[in-house]
């Protein structure tokens, strides 16, 4: 239980100092409450949400039909490449409470493109789009592109001003791409990129709960997927690049920010593989919640690995993948940490030892008063992307002291 040093004058003038406790709640570890797991849709992953200004929760798909569709996969149709999906009401929400956000534009599941972070500031989403390195095959990825809508996904641009339509989504040069090839580094055979996988710190509904007026974001290192970047940048000016901000090192428990994104820094350093070798490149991907009832930041992330084979490295989970996911927690009271890891799961099986879960998310907006109650959303590669593939759902508590 944390203290502050608080004076009170009193009545007669004299000063005096006492400690006050205050009732700040410490996580220290995570309950799954498994009678409440159940899966929703049909086929999909992914599911970055935010919750926003119109009090629904918008969801970002990839690869899949989402709710419109077979849900087995040798009989899936309607197949995106990405889908902007809108769900209303709370963690009960059924199939009748999810929209499809038309003013997203059409792709098929072909498309090198997927949706990935995205966040509600001021009645405006925005979305991070990022490519695969291949136009045929999903791999490490090697640019970004940033949308935004000022109509709750009626309409899309690009960070340009210009609007995104069917005919422009799938666009590949350099110049339709916000981060393009950033910062190579050498791995394994080729060169890995810099801000590929960005997800936005969700501080509730429209960003109303956020601490100051920066927006941050969260990127793991391609080239070693432990390591985590963050991105800051005032909230009127995301969609200017040089005003971009990247965490470069502690001073105590205080950051340093450069606006160089070459001096960069890690802000958290993720857990090592659990056997040789290391974890495979779509690793670590974070999701960052404002928790408003622990008054804390609640982070989750995960991990994959195998044999470390260069093709395991280089591809997806698709191919054999021996064991599920890791899964991590970690807290701080403030959107770029420090972090306080306080659980870790080896293998998170969420019903069976077939699971093969990945891409676990936390819902900004299903959180129970008082915090300590809040919903994972994950999908599952199991069954080669068939029976476990879409929204998975299962309410969490966290333990406190």
């Not at 994972?376 to 029976?387: A, C, N, R, V, Y």
Request: glycine share 6%; aromatic share 18%.
């Amino acid at each position: 239980m944390k203290t502050k040093n608080i004076a009170l004058i009193c009545l007669s003038g004299l000063v005096f100092s006492m400690c006050v406790s205050l009732d700040k709640k410490i996580p220290t570890g995570v309950k799954f409450h498994k009678d409440t797991f159940a899966r929703k849709g049909s086929l999909g992953d992914n599911w970055c949400q935010t919750w926003a200004a119109d009090n629904h929760i918008y969801t970002m798909m990839d690869d899949g039909n989402g709710w419109w569709g077979s849900d087995k996969k040798e009989e899936a149709n309607n197949q995106s490449g990405s889908m902007c999906i809108q769900i209303r009401g709370d963690a009960d929400f059924t199939d009748v409470d999810v929209t499809r956000v038309t003013g997203w534009p059409e792709n098929d599941a072909s498309s090198p493109l997927y949706a990935y972070g995205t966040v509600s500031v001021d009645s405006t989403i925005y979305v991070w789009l990022w490519k695969s390195q291949s136009d045929s095959w999903y791999m490490r990825a090697v640019a970004n592109r940033l949308l935004y809508s000022p109509d709750f996904g009626q309409t899309f641009y690009r960070w340009n001003g210009e609007k995104e339509t069917e005919e422009t989504f799938g666009e590949t040069d350099s110049s339709s791409f916000f981060f393009y090839k950033e910062d190579p580094k050498w791995k394994i055979d080729r060169f890995a990129y810099a801000f590929n996988w960005i997800a936005f710190c969700q501080n509730g509904k429209d960003n109303s709960s956020a601490k100051d007026n920066y927006v941050y974001m969260y990127a793991p290192e391609q080239h070693e997927p432990r390591s985590l970047g963050i991105i800051r940048v005032d909230k009127k000016q995301i969609l200017d690049k040089s005003k971009y901000e990247y965490f470069k090192s502690w001073d105590g428990e205080a950051p340093e920010w450069t606006k160089d994104m070459t001096k960069r820094g890690v802000n958290l350093q993720y857990p090592e593989r659990r056997t040789d070798g290391e974890w495979i490149w779509s690793s670590w991907f974070p999701s960052v919640v404002y928790n408003e009832g622990l008054d804390l930041y609640i982070m989750v992330s995960y991990a994959l690995s195998n044999e470390g084979t260069k093709e395991f490295w280089d591809l997806w989970c698709n191919r054999g993948c021996e064991y599920p996911a890791c899964l991590g927690f970690w807290y701080a009271e403030n959107p770029w940490g420090p972090w306080e890891q306080f659980h870790y799961t080896e293998y998170f099986y969420a019903d069976s030892e077939d699971n093969r879960a990945y891409g676990f998310k936390l819902n900004p907006k299903w959180i129970s008063t008082d915090g300590k109650r809040m919903q994972l959303i994950w999908s599952d590669f199991g069954d080669d992307h068939s029976t476990y593939y879409r929204w998975n759902q299962m309410e969490i508590e966290i333990l406190t002291k």
